[in-house]
């Protein structure tokens, strides 16, 4: 399975921390931002917890480039979102819950598109959040 994918969403939406913190907890699962977390403010890797333990992941915020040519089914699903959010986890089940969670979180509440370069295709928001649940009951 892929390590990573990258969210667009548009740059207006992108929740501060305490509304992605409060989506995050509408999932039901235990993943907490750290409280420094500001989109665009940070790069690079994200601390996080999960059930009070380290989780954090990679994250790298930028703005969408339009003419990076992707296949029309992916730019139709884009639209017009011009922020991209490129997230990356170890093989660690804690980052990774940790990265599905806020990705689950950005895509159900603020309308993020999960986009999997490596597979080239949309991921659904109830996939993510699905991906997270199922890390988390491997634990």
């Known amino acids: 399975m892929a390590r990573r994918h990258i969210l667009y969403i548009e740059r207006g939406k992108l929740p501060d921390r305490a509304a992605h913190q409060k989506a995050i907890d509408a999932t039901k699962i235990a993943v907490s931002l750290d409280h420094d977390y500001a989109p665009f403010a940070v790069e690079g890797y994200l601390p996080c917890t999960f059930d009070g333990e380290d989780a954090g992941f990679d994250i790298r915020f930028a703005e969408r480039d339009p003419a990076v040519a992707l296949p029309a089914e992916i730019a139709e699903a884009i639209g017009g979102r011009d922020a ?53 009951d491997e634990l």
Not at 103 to 131: C, M, R, T, W
Request: glycine share 2%; aromatic share 6%; charged share 25%.
């Open 84 to 136: 991209q959010v490129a997230i990356k986890w170890s093989s660690d089940p804690r980052e990774k819950i940790a990265a599905l969670a806020f990705s689950a979180a950005l895509a159900k509440d603020f309308g993020a598109v999960a986009h999997d370069p490596d597979k080239n295709e949309i991921i659904a928001a109830d996939a993510l959040l699905k991906q997270a649940k199922a890390a988390q």
